[in-house]
């Protein structure tokens, strides 16, 4: 090998290492912040913090979607200038305004076994739950039908359907 | 908003004689009202109130489930069935053995919940056990 062809291949290894450095220089730690937190715009509750290309967030959002659709927001903006997110935001689901779900079951596996408990004490009526609704049939005296009801609405059926009991 | 409208008595009713945490919508066509009675004369005038709106619950379309909130652990619960003695169990459900019986009337204490149907109780005779919940009042 002469000195004429060692010399392109230092040039090209050259440019090679110098190629690798400036891709990895890219944005610094403080334009990569500012950056996201130009994209996260509006999630005043949303702490940015980069170091060496890693992207911490913190604070708090209203709920899990909140959340991750904001490290997708984030990786978004820092592209290829960010390393990793490190992402310690808190799920604070908002007070007061929001009331948890009226409860309702529908599997009829579990209020089965909760009818079969529920009416042990009507022997002449029998029920079976559908899709969520109890159905009941059979015979009940009209005194016994309100204790029947409120047994098998306790078991939180999507509804109860006493129109197959023949009252007495 | 038929059934809200069609039930707005007995609504009214559960607000306005204290039931706490009380939760109602329409799902499906049927009105779900949950919540927690004061006492127990308040749970039974809802189910009155309920009764003379739907004569024998015919038209199926309330679930209610209300708790009484003077039923809790420790507590003294009064038994409340048709007619027979009220079954304590070993544990919680009709497939468990038998330990014990509570006569209609009977007051016994409540130890625990288990669940909304099966609650942990003890008589004067000190048989402790399982019950149905709805055969319990609070006294």
Known sequence: MNAKKIIPLLLLSGAISFGAISCKSGLSDDDLESKIENALTGHSTVDVEVEKGVVTLSGTVTSQ????????????????????????????????????PIIVNSVDEALNVGIKDAIK???????????????????????????????????????????????? | ?????????????????????????????????????????????????????????????????????????????????????LNIRKGPGTDQPIVGKAAKGEVIKLISKANDQWWLVRTKDNEEGYCYAQYLESV
Not at chain 1, 70 to 78: D, F, M, S, Y
Not at chain 2, 17 to 40: H, K, W
Not at chain 2, 66 to 71: F, I, K, P, R
């Open chain 1, 65 to 100: 979607e909140e959340l991750t659709n904001l490290e997708n927001v984030v990786k978004t903006a820092g592209a290829k200038d960010l390393k990793s997110v490190v992402n310690n935001l808190i799920v604070n689901p908002p007070v007061g305004n929001t009331t948890a």
């Open chain 1, 121 to 168: 004490d009507f022997p002449t009526v029998t029920a079976v739950a559908t899709d969520g609704v109890i159905k009941a049939s059979g015979t009940l005296e009209q005194a016994h039908v309100q204790h029947l009801k409120m047994v098998l609405d306790k078991l939180n059926p999507k509804r109860v359907d006493l129109s197959g009991l023949t009252i007495k």
């Open chain 2, 1 to 85: 908003m038929a059934v809200l409208e069609k039930y707005k008595v007995l609504l009214d009713t559960a607000q306005s004689s204290g039931v706490q945490n009380l939760q109602f919508a329409e799902q499906d066509g049927v009105l779900q009202i949950r919540g927690t009675a004061p006492s127990a004369d308040v749970k039974n005038k809802l189910w009155e109130v309920y009764g003379q709106i739907d004569p024998n619950f015919l038209t199926g379309d309330v679930v209610m489930n209300v708790d009484v909130s003077t039923e809790v652990a420790g507590s003294d619960v009064k038994v409340v069935t048709e007619s027979s003695n």
